[in-house]
């Protein structure tokens, strides 16, 4: 089992930065590819990112690329996602989640969950 705690969350104006954080509960922590989904309003969930268990490969949708970095540290059972430039077509409550498979982009293929965080970018 493995509980995830999402925080960082806010409000900030358009080409502000944030770092989300996901902290997670168990000593297996490393063993799990890590990813940040998102969800707004009225939209589906969708992919923002993920990074495998020892923080080598990473993966991005590419309306983030070159603007967010997932990062890891598996000491601190800890996954951030740095957010900068952020535009008001971010907002959406992001999510954290886990899996032991090798990262992946389907939410439907992770395992747990944390409850979210709130990111609202004013224009």
């Known amino acids: 089992q493995v509980q995830l705690v999402e925080s960082g969350g806010g409000l900030v104006q358009a080409g502000g930065s944030l770092r989300l954080s996901c902290a997670a509960s168990?000593?297996?922590?490393?063993?799990?590819?890590m990813a940040w989904f998102r969800q707004a309003p009225g939209k589906e969930r969708e992919f923002v990112a993920a990074?495998?268990?020892?923080?080598?490969?990473?993966y991005y949708i590419d309306s983030v690329k070159g603007r967010f970095t997932i990062s890891r540290d598996n000491a601190r059972n800890t996954v951030y996602l740095q957010m900068n430039s952020l535009k008001p077509e971010d907002t959406a409550t992001y999510y954290c989640?886990?899996?032991?498979?090798?990262?992946?982009?389907?939410?439907?293929?992770?395992?747990?969950w944390g409850q979210g965080t709130q990111v609202t970018v004013s224009s």
């Open positions: 989640a886990a899996t032991l498979s090798g990262p992946k982009i389907r939410g439907d293929e992770y395992d747990y």
């Open positions: 168990g000593r297996t922590f490393s063993s799990y590819s």
């Open positions: 990074i495998s268990w020892g923080g080598v490969r990473t």
